[in-house]
């Protein structure tokens, strides 16, 4: 009578790759399915190619706070100067005369204002919802009209994690106060 002992998840040996038998079956069908995936991109003229297992970002820290908004206003001004920056938009909308460099500043500027009454109040769950939202619609407004200047694009994997699009605000606040260099950004 031989006595076998039925393989499961736990009790499978571990090969020298690290993976399971049966790991490494699936890990085989799903190279087979990237490798057709790469290759109809590639007749297709698609730039972009996928890796099994996909890479993983590291987290996007972004500048601290301290250092993004050093010399920034305090936040009553900041709060009237978007208040200024938005009535100007407005009027700019209604004569037809709007500027999207105009909207991105306001958007940027409402954003890192939210984001600094969030990090005013780090225990206020509104708070931390509204500078999430505002930083995504300032990555929404970048992505589309092609704006951010930082390292990280707005569509970048590392400003899609967790604590990312606020980081991706304090990234283009050190970037919209940095003055760009004769001849960047044409």
């Not at 939210?114 to 929404?140: E, F, G, K, N, Y």
Request: proline fraction near 7%; hydrophobic fraction near 45%; charge should be negative.
């Amino acid at each position: 009578m031989s006595t076998h002992t039925m393989l499961t998840p736990k009790t499978e040996p571990v090969g020298a790759d690290g993976f399971t038998l049966r790991e490494r079956a699936w890990k085989r069908e799903a190279d087979k399915h990237v490798q057709a995936l790469n290759a109809l991109l590639a007749e297709r003229g698609a730039a972009i190619r996928f890796a099994f297992p996909a890479p993983v970002a590291l987290p996007f820290e972004g500048p601290l706070p301290d250092e993004a908004y050093a010399g920034a206003p305090l936040l009553v001004d900041e709060l009237e100067d978007v208040l200024q920056l938005s009535a100007a938009l407005l009027q700019a909308v209604r004569t037809g005369a709007e500027d999207t460099a105009d909207e991105r500043v306001l958007l940027l500027r409402r954003a890192a204002l939210a984001d600094r009454l969030a990090l005013a109040a780090p225990h206020d769950s509104t708070a931390q919802h509204r500078a999430i939202r505002a930083a995504h619609v300032l990555m929404t407004f970048d992505v589309v009209h092609h704006t951010g200047r930082g390292p990280y694009g707005a569509d970048s994997i590392e400003a899609d994690g967790a604590g990312g699009p606020r980081a991706y605000v304090r990234q283009e606040y050190v970037s919209w106060h940095v003055p760009l260099a004769p001849g960047e950004g044409i």
